[in-house]
Structure formats: structure tokens, C-alpha cells
């Protein structure tokens, strides 16, 4: 079946760095991506979004790039604080198909002081 | 406003024994959700109920599952005869509308441990 995401990495910054969190989808009919934030005991929060059409989007400390010629996501936290310390996940979604969320298998984000 | 509620945190139960997962939408949101979330499957669509719609159920992993929208808000998530393998967090997220695209926000969701 169609899916989203790589394997469950861990991506280690220091505080004040930039982080880059990627993403791989397969559903090239997909015209949604997501990115959620996922903190310990909590359900995803929702960062940002982008739609199939757009290869960029901007939002505060956050962009996310899409690459649809490799099927590529990323998202890009600027200047990164221990609060964004958390699971990112990657979501698509086909609003023609039932608009249920694909899940990527999630990045752990670790922030050092 | 209050965001999408969910009962109990928590539950254990023992294997055979049926449980019974409530969520509580966003109020005014028409489409609601039920996903979960476990070690070795991440996140996975389960059920997505849409106003009087029939329900998208291509997701529940055995007829074991079922689950009910009264009235068009509050959700219970069944699981019947639940098996070791059912143990997970069960997450429910509701939208406005759900013809196109909006945006789901998730509940804090019910971890399931099965004896």
C-alpha cells in the first residue's frame, strides 16, 4: 500500500541551530502534506502545511519544502529551543479519498543546552 | 474553546475482556477520526466519520473493532475479545466539514495496555 515517511531517525541540535527534519511520501496523488509535533503523552499538533501546487511554505520559525519530482518533504525550524523538542511526523493526505491521514513513522528531535 | 477531549488516559485490561474508548470533538466539528498509534505500526488511520455519512471504515483491523458517532458528536471506539497485540494509544481527531481538506486536531488520546 501507499506510505509515508522513513524509519524513526534521531536528530540531536544544539540549541540556537537549525534543524531539518525529512520525509519521504509515495502517494503522488497525495494534495495535502502535513508536519505534526508530537510532545511525550500528548496526541500530534499541528505545525504547518503545504498543498501539492506549492514547493515552499513559510510559517514562524518553521518552512517546509516540497520536492515532488523525488517525493520529498522536509521541515526547517530556525534558530531551534528546547521547547521543539518532540516527535515530528510527516502526514499526506487525499482529500478525494475519505481525507484520512498517512502517517510517516515520525524523527525524534533532541535539543542539547 | 475546549480542544478534542478523550476517556480514560488509560486503561488496562486483561485479554478477552471488551473496552469501550469515548472521544469528545471539538464542538461544532463535523468530521471526526480515530487513529492509532504503536510501536511497530506508527500511526494508522482506523475509522473517519462525516456528518450523516456513512462511515470510511477501511482502516479497523478486524471486525473485532467497531465504533459509533451519536448524534453527530461524541465517538465510542470498541474493541471486543481485545487481544495483546491491540495494546496501543488510541488517538481521535476532529475537523470542520470533511469534503476537502482541514485541519484535524488531535485529542490527547487513550493508551491501551491488554494483559
Known amino acids: 500500500g501507499e506510505s509515508v515517511g522513513l524509519h524513526l531517525p534521531t536528530l540531536s541540535v544544539q540549541e540556537g541551530d537549525n534543524s531539518i527534519i525529512n520525509c519521504a511520501y509515495s502517494?503522488?496523488?497525495?494534495?495535502?502534506f502535513i508536519w505534526y509535533k508530537q510532545e511525550s503523552g500528548k496526541g500530534p499538533q499541528f505545525i504547518i502545511d503545504i498543498r501539492s501546487n506549492m514547493d515552499k511554505r513559510q510559517g514562524q520559525r518553521v518552512t517546509v519544502l516540497l520536492n515532488k519530482t523525488v517525493k520529498h518533504l522536509s521541515l526547517q525550524i530556525a534558530a531551534t529551543q528546547p521547547g521543539d523538542s518532540a516527535v515530528y511526523f510527516c502526514a499526506e493526505i487525499l482529500t478525494g479519498g475519505g481525507n484520512k491521514l498517512t502517517f510517516g513513522t515520525g524523527t525524534q528531535l533532541k535539543v542539547e543546552l | 474553546g475546549a480542544g478534542v477531549s478523550q476517556s480514560p488516559s488509560n486503561k488496562v485490561t486483561e485479554k478477552g475482556k471488551d473496552v469501550e474508548l469515548r472521544c469528545d470533538p471539538i464542538?461544532?466539528?463535523?468530521?471526526l477520526y480515530w487513529y492509532r498509534q504503536s510501536l511497530g505500526q506508527g500511526l494508522e488511520f482506523l475509522i473517519y466519520?462525516?456528518?450523516?455519512?456513512?462511515?470510511?471504515k477501511s482502516g479497523l483491523p478486524s471486525d473485532r473493532f467497531s465504533a459509533e458517532r451519536t448524534g453527530g458528536s461524541v465517538s465510542t471506539l470498541t474493541i471486543q475479545r481485545t487481544q495483546q497485540e491491540d495494546s496501543a494509544v488510541y488517538l481521535c481527531?476532529?475537523?470542520?466539514?470533511?469534503?476537502?481538506?482541514?485541519?484535524?486536531?488531535f485529542g490527547p488520546g487513550t493508551r491501551l495496555t491488554v494483559l
Open positions: 466519520f462525516q456528518g450523516n455519512s456513512a462511515p470510511d
Open positions: 502517494n503522488s496523488a497525495s494534495d495535502y
Open positions: 464542538s461544532g466539528h463535523t468530521a
Open positions: 481527531a476532529s475537523s470542520l466539514l470533511g469534503r476537502s481538506y482541514n485541519e484535524q486536531f
